[in-house]
């Protein structure tokens, strides 16, 4: 199994930056993508941005320029800087990563965290 602890989340004013870290561990070989999902209360979970083991990146249009993904591979750690927030980025966000396992064949395993509330106070 795989754990995913995720932190930095917390009430920050508009305009305002938060960083967010999520921490991977457990029984894995690799991890491919990792990336950072958002849900806000009435509305389905969408993507906020991803990172390739490559260092590849993919983000939302409502926070390119603004949002910035990051990992350390060597850590098992994805990042995410949040600057200039807006109300509109209140949500909980959620880590995840698609880890490959397995001893004698290897398959990939999607997996998420438990989710850090962020509230963007205008």
């Known amino acids: 199994q795989v754990q995913l602890v995720e932190s930095g989340g917390g009430l920050v004013q508009a305009g305002g930056s938060l960083r967010l870290s999520c921490a991977a561990s457990?029984?894995?070989?690799?991890?491919?993508?990792m990336g950072w999902y958002r849900q806000a209360p009435g509305n389905q979970r969408e993507l906020v941005a991803v990172?390739?083991?490559?260092?590849?990146?993919n983000y939302a249009d409502s926070v390119k320029g603004r949002f910035t993904v990051s990992r350390d591979n060597a850590k098992n750690t994805v990042y995410l800087q949040m600057n200039s927030l807006k109300p509109e980025d209140t949500a909980v966000y959620y880590c995840?990563?698609?880890?490959?396992?397995?001893?004698?064949?290897?398959?990939?395993?999607?997996?998420w965290g438990q989710g850090t509330q962020v509230t963007v106070s205008s």
């Open positions: 995840n990563a698609r880890v490959v396992q397995g001893t004698y064949y290897r398959y990939e395993n999607n997996y």
């Open positions: 990172i390739t083991s490559g260092g590849s990146t």
């Open positions: 457990g029984s894995m070989f690799s991890i491919n993508a």
